[in-house]
């Protein structure tokens, strides 16, 4: 069944970056655009996106918070895993007829340039729905006891008569309904271990149903139009070219020549790999992809100079949370998507606030290092670094276009993605012959999976964030932060520390789809520039998302790193403390995101 997804999905992946280089092609080079390829290149990633959920649903690759029910005894775990696996089977459940009524309307919709029904986008949310619900119907009796399956149905069940019978109370109770679903429901949900995109559309639908007199065929709606924005486009792209890099060797390069440079000084290492990370950051867009690239380059290297392990994953995690904003942010994407804050002015933004969290790191390596023996480690002659530094050449080129492109607004994310990996495929064959098809395909599939997980979650949190905003919760919201004392510098710490626990509890991407909406308004209002109220916001999610015991980043690094949490726990906490110092700063400083603020 994974391999009904897997194969339309990657032959999908390789298909939308050459339509989208053709665009690109027509338009630059020849001056004739293609009217058609950005349209086609909407259509086809929808299905891919599906396509891609339902191979994360497989991989068991959806965003989710399993911290918790780690904690839980072997016995009780394998209940919550099963409760969890049947919220997943019971939302997709209810989505199918509201997908279906959703393509059905589309068919009297014609796109503009191709002509034909939207039908044939559309439908790819009831495809993904059928194929996500019978990977994990399949997954459930593989995986569960029959006397786990009917308590946690018995427990559903209840759930849901509960509801029913409470349906007048919870209609009269107005606002405060918002609470019951999204409050006490997603947490729970979240909690119990189930993926983040179904605790949000469960919520959503459950809110549909119950509290108000919307047809649920809103929030299928709303999946369409929240992982159909163009600009989003750029996302698997940016995955695909993260993990190209990797592969090829490109950021074994880049780390080799920063490796002859600084690495005989004490800490050199450690130098090495936040420069590294800075790098690579402004390449790939995803940080786990980023930390794949550096980890295995470095820290075999650093544990060998007598590096402890948890320190490593501090320094690692601590470097991935400040390249979040360092562009082509994949986050700092999805902030300019849902906002309308130009992108490109998100990532010209972006860079000095993540030179000042860089150099943290950098005095914090440097002072953790005092004591390292460095005198076996040879310098590097002249030749050496030149030698290096030619090898390096082809990612730095990369490098520069990439930032160069998207930084000056010369073309869209989405545009220099797909010259990237057009980029990286063509150095890999032609300099590094390192380029191996054997490989693609693992490529594909990760990048088809970890695209279709981040884009579902953009989906229900659509139809989350359009509940909140109906219930005109929003406004509710700003008036009561407006009303809170300290004025703009108590919106931006309140905000902080806000951010912060979503980030650690939900992961960037689903917080900014549903917050960013509504709190960008109200800093603004406040006279917050947009810009700098997203670098803040993005920065102090980092900050939570590799924070532990509940920042999925961190966990993350560790798995990367091959070391266990419990040894890096101890030695995270400085880390994450210059983090939060170069928060503060940026926040007080609204100038290191906009030099003409």
């Avoid at 040879?378 to 930032?403: D, G, M, Q, T």
């Avoid at 990237?420 to 063509?426: A, E, P, Q, W």
Wanted: aromatic share 10%; net charge positive.
């Amino acid at each position: 069944m994974a391999l009904a997804a897997e194969i339309p999905g990657a032959v999908l992946v390789i298909a939308e970056v050459a339509i989208l280089f053709s665009g690109v092609a027509f338009r630059y080079v020849l001056h004739q655009p293609l009217l058609w390829s950005d349209e086609l290149a909407g259509i086809l990633f929808l299905w891919m996106s599906m396509l891609g959920a339902a191979v994360a649903q497989h991989r068991g690759g959806h965003m989710r918070l399993t911290v918790v029910v780690g904690l839980a005894p072997e016995r009780w775990r394998q209940r919550i895993e099963t409760f969890s696996s049947l919220t997943v089977i019971l939302f997709l459940g209810l989505m199918l007829y509201p997908a279906w009524e959703h393509a059905r309307a589309e068919t009297a919709v014609f796109t503009p340039a191709l002509g034909l029904p939207d039908i044939w986008k559309a439908a790819a949310i009831f495809v993904g729905c059928i194929l996500m619900l019978t990977i994990a119907l399949l997954q459930l009796v593989q995986r569960a006891r029959l006397r786990d399956i009917a308590l946690s149905l018995a427990l559903l069940a209840m759930c849901g008569l509960a509801l029913w019978l409470l349906e007048p109370q919870l209609y009269a109770m107005g606002n405060w309904s918002l609470l019951v679903f999204f409050g006490i429901g997603v947490s729970v949900l979240t909690f119990a271990g189930a993926p983040i995109a179904i605790s949000f559309g469960l919520a959503a639908v459950t809110y549909f149903l119950f509290a108000t007199a919307t047809p649920i065929s809103i929030a299928a709606i709303c999946m369409d139009e929240g992982m159909s924005g163009f600009l989003l486009l750029s996302i698997p792209l940016f995955v695909l070219l993260g993990l190209m890099i990797e592969a090829t060797g490109l950021a074994a390069a880049l780390a080799g020549v920063l490796a002859k440079l600084v690495a005989h000084f004490r800490g050199g290492m450690s130098y090495v790999l936040i420069a590294a990370m800075y790098l690579v950051s402004g390449i790939s867009g995803s940080k786990a992809a980023n930390m794949a690239a550096i980890a295995p380059v470095l820290l075999p290297e650093m544990q060998r100079r007598g590096k402890k392990p948890g320190e490593l994953i501090g320094l690692l995690s601590a470097s991935a949370a400040m390249g979040e904003t360092i562009p082509p942010s994949i986050v700092l994407i999805t902030v300019g998507s849902v906002t309308g804050v130009s992108i490109s002015a998100l990532f010209t933004g972006g860079m000095l606030p993540a030179v000042v969290g860089a150099f943290g790191l950098f005095a914090i390596a440097w002072f953790r290092s005092r004591s390292e023996k460095v005198d076996n480690v040879r310098r590097a002659s002249l030749r050496e670094i030149a030698k290096a530094l030619v090898w390096a050449l082809p990612p730095l080129l990369l490098l520069v276009v990439v930032r160069m492109a998207v930084v000056t607004g010369m073309t869209t994310a989405t545009e220099v993605s797909t010259i990237g990996v057009l980029y990286t495929i063509v150095v890999s064959i032609v300099f590094y012959r390192s380029f191996r098809l054997d490989r693609m395909w693992p490529m594909l599939c990760e990048t088809l999976s970890l695209s279709g997980a981040i884009m579902i979650i953009l989906g229900t949190a659509s139809a989350m964030a359009w509940a909140l905003t109906q219930a005109e919760f929003s406004h509710q919201l700003a008036a009561a932060m407006e009303a809170m004392p300290g004025g703009k510098v108590g919106f931006m710490v309140l905000s902080i520390v806000v951010f912060a626990i979503l980030g650690s509890i939900l992961e960037g991407i689903p917080a900014i789809v549903v917050f960013a909406p509504l709190l960008f308004p109200i800093a603004k209002a406040l006279g917050i520039a947009p810009v700098h109220y997203g670098i803040v916001m993005v920065l102090s999610m980092s900050l939570g998302l590799f924070t532990p015991p509940l920042g999925i980043g961190f966990y993350q690094a560790c798995a990367i790193g091959r070391v266990s949490p419990e040894k890096a726990v101890r030695a995270i906490w400085v880390y994450m403390l210059a983090i939060l110092l170069a928060v503060a700063i940026v926040a007080a400083a609204p100038w290191l995101t906009d030099p003409k603020f």
